[in-house]
T-cell receptor, first 116, second 114 residues
Framework: NAGVMQNPRHLVRRRGQEARLRCSPM?????VYWYRQLPEEGLKFMVY????????ESGMPKERFSAEFPKEGPSILRIQQVVRGDSAAYFC??????????????FGPGTRLTVT | AQKITQTQPGMFVQEKEAVTLDCTYD???????LFWYKQPSSGEMIFLIY??????QNATEGRYSLNFQKARKSANLVISASQLGDSAMYFC???????????FGKGTSLLVTP
């Protein structure tokens, strides 16, 4: 059973370019969460999606960032016109459902974005 | 508001010794879950252990145990018989109430020495 997959693992973009980060959840998981980890910080929640729906984007910056989880295909985190402050590790996690179990959130290996 | 505090930026321990990593939390929710994750230098997040707020027993997973003191709002991770491969960043996290987002502390860097 393959785990959560993220690609690319490393991404270098120049200021002003667009970054697209992909996340394929574990098989059977229909809930995806994106987190951002700035250098020497813990992970910060960005957005929670179910198939074709954004459930909570309270952690997303208001501009330049967007996320989607289409019916078919991976979840995409898109950052437009990247700036140096966007350099971070972006983690995706998935879960089978939101329930009282609370702990079934499995993380992918992360994408390290470097903006030059 | 929910908050996770890890006050130890770095810890050293000798191989085969036990080590305790501190975590305190703050929430007004009665129902919550506490997690510990390990992040080695390769960067992935590895789930270690989970404790529910209504669990009466402290959680244990192999060499990991969680010292849960609800009244003090602390959820310390105890690693017994440390191994060199335990050298990593360790993050405490909480998920509270009906929420689904994990709130992470800033982490503790653990170095296990021979």
């Amino acid at each position: 059973n393959a785990g959560v997959m993220q690609n690319p693992r490393h991404l270098v973009r120049r200021r002003g370019q667009e970054a697209r980060l992909r996340c394929s959840p574990m098989k059977g998981h229909s809930h995806v969460y994106w987190y951002r980890q700035l250098p020497e910080e813990g992970l910060k929640f960005m957005v929670y999606l179910q198939k074709e729906n954004i459930i909570d984007e309270s952690g997303m910056p208001k501009e330049r960032f967007s996320a989607e989880f289409p019916k078919e295909g991976p979840s995409i985190l898109r950052i437009q016109q990247v700036v140096r402050g966007d350099s971070a590790a972006y983690f995706c996690a998935s879960s089978p459902w939101t329930s009282r179990t609370l702990y079934e959130q499995y993380f992918g290996p992360g994408t390290r974005l470097t903006v030059t | 508001a929910q908050k996770i505090t890890q006050t130890q930026p770095g810890m050293f321990v000798q191989e085969k010794e036990a080590v305790t990593l501190d975590c305190t939390y703050d929430t007004s929710d009665q129902s919550y879950g506490l997690f510990w994750y390990k992040q080695p230098s390769s960067g992935e997040m590895i789930f270690l252990i989970y404790q529910g707020s209504y669990d009466e027993q402290n959680a244990t997973e192999g060499r990991y145990s969680l010292n849960f003191q609800k009244a003090r709002k602390s959820a310390n991770l105890v690693i017994s018989a440390s191994q060199l491969g335990d050298s990593a960043m360790y993050f405490c996290a909480m998920r509270a109430g009906s929420g689904y987002a994990l709130n992470f502390g800033k982490g503790t860097s653990l170095l296990v020495t021979p």
